[in-house]
């Protein structure tokens, strides 16, 4: 856990602490950690057993996509250090919330499958880019640490995991409008082997604008309109929802 480079002054968020093993750990390094258990059983069992005398140990029983990073950072003052092992279900879900709220994270260090991993680096025109490749790597510098294979855990699951560690970075180029970049990607990738010309000028009102427009913009660019969502590098999608909302913009105007 040396990668995570906690001081006695953060405040670390862990997700999932099972029965606390690495909860104490994160205890005695860091000021104070906040564990988010969805158990009730399982959260009143760490509250009141594992860590009865720990005043350095919150116990939450809450799903962790429903917690509000942003408003313990801003009691605390500090952005927040995210840790846990994430199960797969909520594993892009809670990495689109974070890319949402990145403003109250430091870092984050982050087990998952090794698929997911995969796609969070994944490069255009490979199998693993799309969606969670480009507006992850819009927000964070990431960083493949290790990874762990089904030995290591009990019972052993079916899947490698892979930890990954994840800093929020300033963008550039940046967006300027984030929900509507994400807009943007999402319609791109939305029919993968479809070309731009069928997947966003098709539903060019989805973006409030016309076909003809949008096609416009991508040729202003010179993006060729036959091309797919999935050879466009993340900067190449920022500077496409820019022009977009420019035009959607003077169209309004």
Same mark, same amino acid.
């Given at each position: 856990m040396a990668a995570l480079e906690l001081s006695p002054h953060d405040l670390v968020v862990e997700v999932g602490?099972?029965?606390g093993a690495l909860t104490?750990? &994160?205890?005695?390094?860091?000021?104070?950690?906040?564990?988010?258990e969805v158990d009730p059983a399982l959260a009143a069992y760490l509250r009141?057993?594992?860590?009865?005398?720990?005043?350095?140990?919150?116990?939450?029983c809450q799903d962790v996509l429903r917690f509000d990073f942003r408003q313990l950072a801003k009691e605390a003052g500090i952005p927040l250090v995210v840790v846990g092992n994430l199960p797969y279900q909520i594993t892009s879900p809670l990495l689109f919330k974070l890319s949402e709220e990145k403003a109250a994270v430091s870092r984050a260090l &982050?087990?998952?499958q090794q698929e997911v991993g995969a796609r969070l680096l994944g490069s255009p025109s490979s199998k693993d880019y799309g969606v969670l490749s480009v507006l992850l790597q819009y927000h964070f510098a990431m960083t493949r640490l290790f990874s762990l294979g089904p030995a290591n855990f009990f019972p052993p699951p079916q899947v490698t995991s892979v930890v990954m560690r994840l800093s929020p970075q300033p963008p550039?180029?940046?967006a300027r409008d984030e929900?509507?970049?994400?807009?943007v990607v999402k319609l791109a990738f939305a029919t993968r082997r479809k070309t731009l010309r069928n997947t966003l000028a098709v539903r060019a009102q989805a973006l409030g604008l016309a076909a003809p427009e949008v096609l416009t913009a991508l040729q202003a660019l010179d993006i060729d309109p036959g091309r797919r969502g999935e050879t466009l590098s993340v900067a190449q999608f920022v500077t496409l929802s820019n022009e977009l909302l420019a035009r959607r913009e003077k169209g309004g105007g």
């Open positions: 602490p099972g029965l104490g750990f &994160l205890a005695e390094q860091a000021r104070r950690v906040v564990a988010l009141e057993e594992l860590f009865p005398q720990e005043s350095r140990v919150e116990i939450i &982050l087990m998952m550039d180029p940046a929900a509507f970049l994400a807009q």
